[in-house]
Structures are given as structure tokens and as C-alpha cells.
């Protein structure tokens, strides 16, 4: 456990000290926080009509959505290793606008010219996304991972990512994590969310800590739900290829341009994974607050997350 007091905001984006580069603030579309880049195209994105055949990833913030995005392409390509490797193509997020760029974080309009079946990932909770998701009863991977480890990745995104704001010190970020003053509004409102549609035979719930465990197993779950039967080699080169520390290597190699239009690397984004690094951050009394806010929230949901391994 931390006994270092606040952490400081590292290096933004290329290199810049925060207060050197222009980040952004937060506006409000609909009751939930956003960036700036995701209101130009609000409407559109609340409007968006989803194909019965699409398949959505939906995960709070930094809670593993690309690490899944790549444990799902392996298993659409039976685990070639050669055919993953050549594949330069990130699943474009629903919510992320950026005019002209088409890589990462397409606009609506890419979306809909993108040709079916389309993996498609939203960051919103259910009260904010199309209602034409649910209605055509499209399979949701939904990613869940303990808000401990949530928040301090999240800071760290903060500290060096352009399209963020200003996270400020680790205290304020925390507790602006906490109320739900961050981009995509409170991750208690969005995992309790999701987990009430738990029931619903199209979707699908993977926990972090789980495939931090065991990602062969978890691996083997998702394939089952996408109608997907992988041979033991199948899944010996995924494991091999997207255990998280492989992972966050292949994805620089994969995507070398990534940096140039997202203004940080992978190796940046991917930080370190760890289950349980949040004790290098939080101080005893934030633990002890964090720990009856969860217990609150969460009381009475069934919901229960590994806090370390």
C-alpha cells in the first residue's frame, strides 16, 4: 500500500509537461461525461442502427477492451499466427469521432460502410447507447475489471494521452473517479449496468483478473459463446501471442503508425496490467473510503472482483 502521498501527472503526449499542451475538458452529452470528440457526433451515435450479425465489446475504460479485441480476432482466425500478425486493422470504437483519421477511432459514418459481420466497441453505459443494440439482441462481450486497478490506469491515461483532460494529482483524480466525474460518467452506474443484463443469452461477461489467471480458459469461453471450436495448437499460439506482456509488444508491431495518429504508443497505452498495482498507489485511508464505496454500490448485485493474484 502507498504511503507516498499524491502522485504528480506525468509527461503528455509528445513529451509535453501538463500545462504545456492543450487538453481538453469534458462536456456533457445527455446526463453522461464525455470528450469533446465524442459530442461532435453525438446524435449520430445515439441514433446508430446496429445489424442483427454485429458484435459489440463494451468495457468501461481501461478496464482490457483491446486486449480482448485481440483474444477475439485470434480466435476469428483459428490462431494463425502469420494472418493475425498481418493484420493491421483496430475494431473501431462507436464513440471516438475523429474527422479524416481512419484508424483506431473512425467516425459513425466508417462504421456503418464498414461490410457484416462488424465488431464494433462502445465505451457508454447501457442508458446511453443505441437503443437498436439491445433491440436486435446483438452479442455484447461485455469486459469487466475491479475499480481499484480501473482508476489508476485510467490516471495514468490522463497523464500522457492529448484527447484527455488534466487528471490533476492522484488524490483529485481519485476522488473525481469515485463521484463519477470522468469521461463516461460513474463505472459503478456502468458495470451494474451491463451485469443486469447478465441473464440475456447474448451477453457474454469476461472479468480481467480472470484472464490474467487463466487466458487459455477464459479464451476457450469466449470462442464457445461466438460459435467458435479451436484446436489445442489453435490455442496454445494464442496464449503465446496475447499473454499481456506478449500482447503489448505485438501491438506496436502490428500498428507502427499507431503513435503518429493517437499521439501515444501502445507500449504507452498497454501500460502494465498487473492485478493489484493499485496498492502502488492508493494510501491506507483511500483504500479504507474506496473499500466501503464498493461495498456499497455493489451491494446486493452479486458482483465480485479479485483485487489481486
Partial sequence: MSSQGDHKPGSVGKGAAVGEHEKPELVMADGLLVPPI????????????????DTFIASYPKSGLVWTTQVMEMIQLQGDVEAYK??????????FSIPNVEISMPAVKMINNLPSPRVINIHSPISHISKSILEKKCKVICVLRNPKDVVVSYYHFHTFSNIAPNPGTWSEFLQN??????????????????WSLRKQPN????????????LGYEAGRLASFLGRDLSPEAMKNLVEQLSFNSMKTNMDEKIPNFKTVAGFSFKQFIRKGQVGDWKNHFTVAQNEVMDQLIADQLKGTSLDFCYEL
Fill in 177 to 194: 473517479f469515485m463521484i463519477g466525474k470522468v469521461a463516461f460518467s460513474s463505472w459503478f452506474d456502468h458495470v451494474k449496468g451491463w
Fill in 203 to 214: 451477453i457474454f461477461f469476461l472479468f480481467y483478473e480472470a484472464m490474467k489467471k487463466d
Fill in 86 to 95: 498481418a493484420n493491421k486493422k483496430l475494431v473501431p470504437f462507436l464513440e
Fill in 38 to 53: 465524442t459530442l461532435r457526433q453525438w446524435e449520430e451515435i445515439k441514433n446508430f442502427q446496429a445489424r442483427p450479425d
